[in-house]
């Protein structure tokens, strides 16, 4: 990881190259098999054979995908060329993780799949939270420390622009995990989160802007509600194309601009006055893009700053003491704090 007192350091140009291939061939992949890449078997029935996919969407769950009769030779190859693919991009998401990429775990690989193949991120559906930060270190190459997450929050600025009406819980559902609605209600109308069994289960969260924190937020082009969350019309302003690594895949998804996130994430560690772990963990991701952003990529803390809400400008002059605490070894990312 990153040196002593070092926030984060960057792999080495051949890793990010390598990175940057995984990430292109994903955006041109299409629609992403789920699960293990799997085999192709003949099966054979009202005697005529067929052939189909055989593959795990699950740990210890093996399931089959019907891909057509033999004599369909254009199908055959089709998921040929697709399991291939999915293979060799399983071996590259391996090595990556090896090397100190960050990669979320299968449960969460599964819930963005879906959603991709749904068509949900491409209509505007952004990643948030910890899951984003993640990104953004693998889109910088940067390595450095990031907590484990066993939630995906996901955040909707506007009406999504789908073609038609997608079921949010239908969706979750059809990754074969458990997900119950929270709070589980018959209705399903109120529930802003799906969850899976126990106290460790993966939650996902969705998300909108509100002025009150927690007010309930119809989204019905997912048939589903968001919970809202105060200035985030502002942290989903201009989202940016990038990628998520989890299990053995890419997937292509939309990040917050990357400087929004500093400034959220920093008036969001103001408020956690109940919770002082996630309130360090806001305050180091934010404060860690900060210096990647600074020392990377020129990026001017200021005129950033000078664009968020008055709110978020306070909140982050009030983390000042703690800010210039972590960067010790990041004079330049210091410099820009100072010079807000």
Sequence with gaps: MATTNSLYRLHELTI?????????????????LRGTPGTLVKRTGTGHEYWYRSYYPLPKKRSEEFVGPVTNKAA????????????????????????????????????????H?????????????????MSWLNEYGALAIAARTQDIDLA??????LATTVSFLSSMQATQL????????????????VKLPGA??????????????????AVPELQWHAQGIPFYEYLLDGSRRAAMLAGGHCIPILLPEATRMIWHKLYASTQRVNDPTKADKDLLQAVTLAAILVEQDSVSLRESFRSAP???????????????TLLVKHPQALDGFREL
């Design 76 to 115: 055959y190859e089709a998921m040929r060329s697709r399991i291939e693919y999915s293979d060799w991009t399983t071996k590259q998401v391996s090595a990556l993780r090896k090397l100190g990429y960050q990669v979320a775990d299968k449960g969460v690989a599964s819930v963005l799949v879906e959603l």
């Design 117 to 133: 193949n749904r068509k949900i991120f491409e209509a505007g559906l952004i990643v948030v939270g910890t899951l984003a930060y």
């Design 16 to 32: 990010r190259t390598l990175y940057s291939e995984v990430k292109e061939r994903a955006n041109a992949a299409g629609d992403l």
């Design 178 to 193: 458990p997900f119950v609605s929270i709070p589980g209600l018959p209705s399903h109308q109120r529930s802003t989160s």
């Design 156 to 161: 909707r600025r506007q009406t999504l622009k």
């Design 310 to 324: 008055r709110e978020l400008r306070n909140a982050a002059l009030s983390r000042l003491p703690k800010i210039e």
């Design 200 to 217: 460790e289960g993966l939650r996902v969260d969705l998300l909108a802007p509100g002025p009150t924190l927690g007010e309930i937020v």
